[in-house]
């Protein structure tokens, strides 16, 4: 799988009416921690989201892939692999470094300890500030209780704690759900994909008639 690949499961071909809630989850702390995974806000009726927050700093190597594994083997199993779509929100772009050392009998002959002692790299792991987002899903209203599950199983993936909440935008938009489907009435928003497109009020005259036509 591409590396590219593993940010985004389930129905991300669906668009934005197929999914109107969206599950949030984000650390959140005092701390700094190097994690990534985040849930979106796939819960209430009208596109309200779920999420955690972050709330310390640490560094976790391998807790992404966990925490992304955890949360889509729950949401396939409850809702089907079409009817959720889960994003992970970090990117593991901070490298780690270790400056391997002997343990054998006569190692301060071999090595020179501290001198020099920038290490080679050991992997990647991504640095999360507090009351940052780590992923997010979207999925029907009905399955509200699951995208909560599925985020709570996903938390203990990792050190520190976090916070699951309910997002009040319209699936994976940056729209409120109060205002969204007025907004669509009113063709201010087209479909773009899994998301939409905001029409402001300039412009050519030509391409506003031709949308409101």
């Known amino acids: 799988m591409p590396k590219s690949e593993f940010l985004i499961l389930g129905g991300r071909k669906q668009k934005w009416t197929s999914f109107h809630c969206v599950a949030t989850w984000c650390l959140m702390s005092t701390n700094s921690c190097h994690l990534k995974v985040r849930p979106h806000p796939s819960m209430g009726g009208r596109g ?3 999420g955690v927050l972050c709330v310390t700093w640490c560094p976790l190597p391998s807790a992404l892939e966990a925490a992304r594994i955890c949360a889509n083997k729950y949401m396939v199993k409850s809702c089907g692999k079409d009817g959720f779509h889960i994003r992970v929100r970090l990117h593991p772009f901070h490298v780690i470094r270790i400056n391997k050392m002997l343990s054998c009998a006569g190692a301060d002959r071999l090595q020179t300890g501290m001198r020099g002692a920038f290490g080679k790299p050991q992997g990647t792991v991504a640095r999360v500030h507090i009351g940052q ?4 899903i979207r999925t029907k209203v009905q399955n509200k209780e699951h995208v909560i599950e599925a985020l709570r199983r996903a938390k203990f993936k990792f ?5 699951i909440h309910i997002s009040k935008k319209w699936g994976f938009t940056k729209f409120n759900a109060d205002q969204f ?5 009113e063709k201010r928003l087209i479909p773009d994909g899994c998301g939409v497109k ?9 391409k506003w008639r031709a949308l409101h036509s």
């Open 181 to 185: 489907e007025d907004m669509i009435s």
């Open 133 to 136: 987002v780590i992923m997010s």
């Open 48 to 50: 309200e989201a779920v």
């Open 198 to 206: 905001y029409i402001p009020n300039r412009g050519p005259l030509d």
């Open 159 to 163: 050190p520190g704690r976090q916070k």
